[in-house]
């Protein structure tokens, strides 16, 4: 399915900002943050954050701060996960993960530059009392309940059997905390009331779960031509699809995108762009 059409203004923007945050110069590491950040990607999480910016009332100069450091943080966690020591990955976006081209050592050290970028992006960008909310909602992703802790309880869950309700429990973290971030950041930025902000968290929280089983999915079925990275890569790992079957799981992606869309109710037709999201996210075939 092709992305909805909205999305070429928020990925043009986004790159933009990324371009001028990341310039492809300069030492290895540099050069290396670069090679990542900077690879051809849809953008889904820094577009969810402008999407709910505008929801809230605010505009994409405003949000692009944040959703740039959403990305940040995402392509840090991409160079980290593709590591030997970790998932041990040679094709990401189409090219040669990060650490084949730059060496592993180059590969760490940027994944830790870009991290350390994405804060400072964050604390520039914004008066204290919001960089203080944001940054405390983004090291919240980054950390043992996010990011850090679902790869941890992923790696762990290798070879060993584990039910669903562990399975869920590592990709809200590794993978539904960013989305959460991601959607909370945005409507921060353009000061939403709280209301607003949970509503956008639990269509958040609920469309990462499906994006991942999506993931899952790929995974087998996917073209590696197509998708931009290895497949069969999770045959020693409980996944959706080894739980559910992939039936069960392409139907439990529609369910929790339903879900998402629910939450949304109180936007009424202001929130129908994210509901497109939320379409493309269940059909998604790369």
Do not use: W
Not at 9 to 33: C, I, K, N, W, Y
């Amino acid at each position: 399915m092709q992305l909805p059409s909205f999305f070429t203004e928020f990925q043009q923007a986004t790159d933009t900002e990324l371009r001028r945050l990341v310039p492809d110069s300069g030492d290895p590491v540099q050069r290396s943050m670069a090679y990542t950040v900077l690879a051809p990607a849809k953008r889904v999480r820094p577009v969810l954050t402008l999407l709910c910016a505008q929801l809230c009332g605010g505009t994409i100069a405003r949000g692009l701060p944040a959703a740039a450091t959403v990305e940040l943080i995402h392509a840090s966690s991409l160079i980290l996960d593709d590591l030997p020591s970790m998932d041990d990955a040679a094709l990401r976006r189409g090219r040669a993960t990060n650490h084949k081209v730059c060496g592993e050592a180059i590969a760490i050290l940027a994944a830790f530059a870009l991290l350390n970028l994405s804060f400072g992006t964050i604390a520039k960008a914004y008066d204290p009392d919001l960089a203080a909310r944001l940054t405390a909602l983004l090291s919240g992703a980054v950390g043992t309940d996010g990011l850090i802790g679902g790869q941890a309880a992923d790696l762990l869950a290798t070879d060993q059997v584990i039910g669903f309700e562990m399975l869920e429990r590592i990709h809200r973290g590794k993978t539904g905390a960013l989305f959460v971030a991601a959607a909370a950041s945005g409507a921060l930025t353009a000061g939403a009331p709280p209301d607003s902000v949970a509503s956008l968290t639990a269509y958040a929280k609920n469309l990462g779960l499906a994006f991942q089983i999506i993931d899952d999915l790929l995974d087998v079925e996917g073209n590696p031509a197509e998708t931009g990275k290895d497949v069969k890569e999770d045959v020693r790992k409980t996944t959706f699809v080894s739980f559910s079957g992939v039936d069960g799981a392409r139907q439990l992606a529609r369910e929790l995108c339903d879900t998402a869309d629910r939450a949304l109710q109180p936007f009424g037709r202001r929130a129908d762009r994210l509901r497109e999201l939320s379409v493309f996210v269940a059909r998604r075939s790369l």
